[in-house]
């Protein structure tokens, strides 16, 4: 790296001196370098390398103490090293990083002639190649961009609230970019992302990149800064928020992008091209990453007031020509490859979506050369013709696909291969779950893809972005060792990938591989994961499908002699805004500063003071306000068996809006009651009916990371049989209203269509189960948000619920065409009034207009008036005129109703 001293010496001798001193006394085994690089931008090499504890009867406790030892020991020659991460209680990795520069060398080499160490002089692209270093052909799709303690999430909220500038913030964002790229670098991957942090989110960044901005956000042209950028994701003051969505079958939303014919797209973001540079002036190459063309379409709907049925894919022609001045920018700038991802690929795609494929990569191919294109898929497999369209694309050198998610794209590839020039980039390592990857069976499907292919042709990668992982392990203090010997989130996902390419040469690190086949073993006999007692009572859950009694016209009718509602009654979704001072006393009382007394009487104190707030608005039907819930998952995993919980494994859901996701490592109980307590004393509060709030079977699973050594099907089933004893709990605790939140339902879709029907079988059987012992007169509520409904409608309607609330709004009321359409919803129904996810603070005439528009094709007696999703992200400030402005339009529609009547 330009050192005085050869860089190669300098690291051979660090190299055989640990040798020497991790071999002493015959305690340890070495296992080579399991990372050696000479970083040239900064000049400071760095070393990582690996230990394993060769025979101790307390094999943690030994390591431990060795370490302790190790910074004394070693300052002879080089700086105190840090602890990179735990590979297993009795082995680890060190990171010995920032080196001695070459003069300092110089002398400490000197002083330690003693250890005899020859001098190997090797090319330094030799000595790389030697240590697996580059050599290797690794890649990941993407990387978590919120930072490991979320920095970018603090960052933009400060932003948003004022208290800091754009500088600032921008400021925070670039050292976190630099941080991920240095890190990926230094762990030996060969293709390094660029462009996949985001400010909010990446269709979003898309959107700005081709300038296809709504006109409502008042944007003139040039490059779109902050304001409009936010504007768009969040709302303002006089304008909505665009679309939000789920991203596929994940839990991250995207903002979907509005276009018409009327659309004129220009270049209008410079972002992807200056963070190329930016990553380039460290010294390190990336590739930069850009959500495919076709997918983007795909991906957005048709502006207000253009006709539903607009073939969005007729804009393609006028989409490529600023596809085309990206890539010759990125060209320019000295890219030699460029990430398309196009998940859409994986979808059921008809002729004409297939052709609209054709004609992007046809174009590029005409217009572009000296670039060469990845075609990045996830998600699921990849459909026959589809990927025997795709690799006919002359213009695209490399195609990622997920073999996580779509075990057959393997047998796809060997039947119809892939034409000589192409690589594959094989996504074996899981990008949306956080177990340790099991390398010798992923190894095997690489072999066999390599004989299948030819030798240099296979890229080990990750099934699709870390975006959807937790950041690092090392930050994870609470875990215990074997739990722990069991995980890996993103960055310990780079290593495995590392580790993949390099066995995949021949250059396997046995320690490794040898320390993860341990870990494997080890959870497949942990007495821990498995309780006979469980699966036997969900095995009997087979044998029916679990409805209630009566029909739900019957039971409404019921429901309502004893809840005496209003028409129209109004209630709210479950969360009230989460104070400062509120998550203060939770934190306290986890960390033993305040008494479990003292914790009680707080969150009574804010339970009372929410109970009173809904009085004063006049809602009818209340909620407690969820205030001792640090998650709507979270608090419930935390007080059922066979969950675990992370200190910093957090993953980005939308924005700045991060979810810490439990980890489902066994088979799942419910040991105490887990509501009751909380829900009774909020209801001897108030006359009036008070919901009892549950999460649902499925949203827990599908916002958990989930075990992956039985079907999810099996899982689901024990978390609704726990749910299920605390719904019959909280109806003898005299409970007569009990929402069930389902929020993910339709996140856990299979993408394809043939495997759709099997999903919702299971997981409406689940929310059935929760249910289906309860009084006619116990009315059962259940909320879905942020999703496309209209093609599961059916499968919501046989849950069997009594009423439903629904998220609506931000979507534009999408949710009513399928009521227009003729379907007939006969249980109560809440579609939202007003989008929580902004913070503009919609009058009571828009929300009354809302509600005509409802009442246009529901009825007025199942019909629920209602936000559309919880308060927790909000201000009190924000909450009481919205939801003044809610109940103020209630009272005036049931007036007109009356009236008419």
């Not at 007696?861 to 809610?886: F, H, I, Q, S």
Request: glycine share 6%.
């Amino acid at each position: 790296g330009g050192c005085a001293l050869p860089t190669e010496t300098l690291l051979l001798h660090t190299g055989a001196f640990l040798s020497e001193l991790a071999g002493y006394g015959g305690l340890w085994s070495t296992h080579a370098l399991h990372f050696l690089s000479a970083a040239c931008a900064s000049q400071q090499p760095l070393l990582r390398f690996s230990f394993t504890v060769r025979s101790s009867n307390d094999a943690a406790t030994t390591l431990t103490r060795f370490l302790s030892l190790l910074p004394h020991l070693t300052t002879l020659i080089f700086p105190p090293p840090r602890l990179l991460y735990m590979l297993a209680p009795s082995c680890c990795v060190l990171e010995f990083a920032s080196l001695w520069r070459a003069a300092e060398w110089k002398n400490r080499l000197r002083r330690a002639s003693c250890l005899s160490v020859p001098c190997i002089l090797q090319s330094p692209f030799r000595l790389l190649e030697i240590a697996g270093v580059r050599a290797m052909a690794s890649h990941v799709v993407g990387y978590p961009r919120m930072g490991p303690r979320r920095e970018l999430k603090f960052a933009l909220e400060s932003y948003w609230d004022g208290k800091s500038s754009a500088a600032d913030l921008e400021k925070v964002a670039k050292d976190l970019r630099s941080d991920i790229w240095k890190q990926m670098s230094e762990s030996g991957l060969s293709y390094i992302p660029s462009n996949t942090f985001s400010y909010y989110d990446q269709l979003l960044d898309t959107t700005a990149l081709v300038g296809a901005v709504p006109p409502r956000y008042g944007w003139t042209g040039g490059e779109i800064g902050f304001d409009v950028y936010f504007s768009m994701a969040r709302g303002n003051a006089t304008q909505p928020a665009m679309e939000m969505t789920k991203w596929f079958d994940t839990n991250y939303h995207y903002i979907v992008p509005e276009l018409g014919p009327d659309v004129k797209f220009t270049l209008s973001s410079r972002k992807v091209v200056d963070e190329y540079k930016e990553a380039k002036k460290l010294g390190i190459e990336t590739v930069p990453v850009l959500v495919g063309p076709v997918s983007y379409l795909l991906l957005a709907k048709p502006a207000k007031g253009v006709p539903k049925n607009f073939n969005l894919l007729s804009l393609i022609d006028s989409l490529l020509p600023v596809y085309k001045e990206v890539l010759e920018a990125l060209k320019s700038a000295g890219a030699a490859w460029v990430q398309f991802d196009e998940p859409s690929l994986v979808l059921d795609l008809d002729e004409i979506k297939l052709d609209a494929f054709r004609k992007a990569y046809t174009y590029f191919g005409d217009e572009l050369h000296g670039i060469k294109i990845l075609l990045e898929t996830y998600f699921a497999d990849i459909p026959v013709e589809t990927y025997k369209t795709i690799i006919g694309f002359e213009c695209v050198s490399a195609i990622g696909v997920d073999l996580v998610r779509g075990e057959k794209t393997v047998s796809v590839i060997r039947e119809y291969g892939l034409p000589n020039g192409k690589l594959l980039f094989a996504g074996v390592v899981d990008g949306r779950n956080i177990w340790a990857n099991d390398l010798q069976a992923s190894l095997s499907v690489l072999k066999d893809l390599e004989k299948d292919l030819g030798k240099e042709r296979v890229v080990v990668s990750t099934s699709c972005s870390l975006l959807h992982t937790a950041v690092d392990l090392v930050n994870e203090t609470k875990l215990d060792a074997e739990l722990k010997s069991w995980l890996a989130f993103a960055a310990q996902k780079i290593v495995e990938v590392v580790a993949l390419a390099k066995a995949l040469k021949g250059k396997a690190d046995e320690a490794f591989l040898s320390a993860n086949a341990s870990a494997q073993a080890s959870r497949r006999s942990s007495s821990r994961v498995h309780n006979e007692e469980v699966r036997k009572v969900t095995a009997a859950l087979h044998e029916s499908d679990h409805h209630r009694a009566s029909s739900v016209e019957n039971r409404l009718e019921q429901q309502q002699r004893h809840l005496n509602l209003p028409i129209l009654p109004t209630t709210t979704i479950g969360s009230f805004p989460q104070t400062l001072e509120l998550r203060r006393v939770r934190r306290e009382f986890k960390a033993n500063k305040i008494t479990e007394e003292e914790y009680i009487k707080a969150i009574q104190g804010e339970i009372t003071k929410v109970v009173k707030l809904q009085e004063d608005l006049d809602i009818d039907v209340l909620v407690h306000g969820e205030p001792e819930r640090n998650d709507m998952v979270e608090y419930f995993g935390e007080q059922l068996h066979g969950f675990a919980f992370t200190v910093n494994g957090w993953v980005q859901s939308y924005g700045s809006r991060c979810v810490k996701p439990p980890i489902i490592y066994g088979d799942v109980s419910r040991p105490n009651a887990m509501t009751v307590f909380w829900s009774k004393y909020a209801q001897s509060l108030t006359a009036r009916p008070m919901k009892g709030m549950l999460t649902g079977p499925v949203t827990i699973l599908n916002w958990s990371f989930v075990r992956n050594d039985q079907h999810r099907s099996e899982t689901c089933l024990q978390i609704a049989l726990a749910i299920k004893q605390e719904v019959e709990d909280l109806e003898a605790a005299g409970i007569k209203v009990i929402q069930i939140d389902e929020a993910a339902l339709r996140e856990g879709l299979p993408l394809r269509k043939k495997e759709q029907a099997h999903y919702l079988d299971w997981a409406v059987h689940s929310f059935r189960i929760t249910n289906c012992g309860v009084k006619d007169t116990t009315q059962i509520h259940t909320h879905m948000c942020y999703s496309n409904f209209n093609d599961i409608i059916h499968s919501i309607i046989n849950m069997d619920a009594d009423v439903i609330t629904i998220e609506n709004s931000r979507s534009d009321e999408k949710l009513l065409s399928v009521f227009r359409a003729g379907v007939r919803y006969g249980a109560g129904i809440g579609p939202g009034v007003y989008d929580i996810h902004s913070p503009r603070i919609p009058n009571t005439e828009e929300i009354a207009d809302r509600i005509r528009k409802m009442l246009d094709v529901l009825e007025a007696k199942v019909l629920w008036v209602n936000p559309d999703c919880g308060l927790k992200t909000r201000k009190y400030t924000e909450v009481k005129p919205a939801l003044t402005n809610m109940v103020e339009a209630a009272k005036w529609l049931r007036t007109d109703l009356a009236s008419t009547q």
